[in-house]
């Protein structure tokens, strides 16, 4: 399909869910580039747990910049786990992230703590945030503070030290995520890595999904109603490595592994 000027193929290749957090695994073939892309829905939010209870709490300022549960960083050590078991950490070549704190939790989360990941380099990159405006929960802190907090990643890509992309009377329209998202995929096919983790949101992984695939309604249904699978039984383990990444012009996939699906 044609976006931006830009030739893209997308491909779905296996959706894993540790929990609540969902995991997509692509292909993006931009022009002659190939990109193997996992794409990981950040863990259970504070932010979550409080609109389960009454959506309005998304208004509430108390939720600015709303951080990881209890339950999301268990969340996050079971797929550091699995990442980290699975060879799957080895390959990474690097972690981008929307600069929010939950966002950046779930990927030094899941993608450091081990020494594959020592040179690991972490990327923060506005153009994969969350739904910009209104909710406060969606509006990041200032770069000074996230510095401190966050030592490992580099915000070198961000601009302005406060949020001035958050409008608290604006709610980002669906036309405006999806060219967020042309964008993003464009700095992404300008990146010399081929294999990449991208920590996002699942609001912009949605649109990303309907923008360059045919994403299912089972898929859409599992990135609107994350908190929904932690309900669900756990099935067995996979029997045999699922493929985890598609192939495209008859590229062989670059890696396979087992991860307990929990969708």
């Known amino acids: ?6 030739q893209f193929m997308f491909g779905l290749g296996t959706v894993l869910c540790c929990d609540s957090i969902s995991v997509h695994f692509h292909w993006l073939l931009i022009a002659e580039f190939v990109i193997y892309l996992m794409q ?27 951080q990881l549960s209890p339950r999301g960083w268990q969340q996050v050590n079971d797929l550091h786990k699995h990442v980290r078991d699975s060879g799957l950490l080895k390959r990474i070549e690097l ?7 939950r966002t950046m939790q779930t990927a030094t989360g899941v993608f450091g703590q081990s020494d594959e990941s020592e040179k690991l380099p972490f990327l923060a990159v506005e153009l994969c945030r969350e739904r910009l405006g ?6 990041r802190r200032s770069i000074k503070e996230y ?6 990643t580099d915000f ?5 030290n406060d949020d001035i992309l958050w409008k608290p009377d604006h709610r980002e329209t669906p036309e405006e995520i999806a060219a967020r998202g042309v964008k993003f995929m464009n700095w992404l096919k300008a990146r010399p890595e081929k294999e990449i983790a991208v920590v996002t949101h699942s609001v912009f992984l949605l ?6 695939g045919e994403g299912n309604k089972s898929e859409k249904s599992n990135l609107l109603s994350p908190l929904l699978q932690a309900h669900r039984a756990q099935p067995p383990l996979l029997s ?4 985890v990444y598609g192939v495209v012009a008859g590229l062989p996939s670059p890696m396979s592994c087992s991860i307990p699906a929990q969708c």
Not at 156 to 160: D, L, N, P
Not at 240 to 243: E, G, T
């Open 95 to 101: 972690v981008v992230t929307s600069p929010l704190s």
């Open 207 to 212: 649109h990303v999904l309907n923008t360059f």
């Open 40 to 66: 990981v829905r950040h863990a259970e939010g504070i932010h979550n747990v409080e609109s389960e209870k009454n959506h309005d709490a998304l208004l509430s300022p108390a939720l600015l910049d709303a």
């Open 1 to 6: 399909m044609e976006n931006g000027g830009m």
């Open 147 to 152: 510095k401190s907090i966050f030592p490992s």
């Open 156 to 160: 070198s890509q961000i601009e302005s």
């Open 134 to 139: 209104v909710h406060p929960c969606d509006k």
């Open 240 to 243: 045999a490595p699922s493929l």
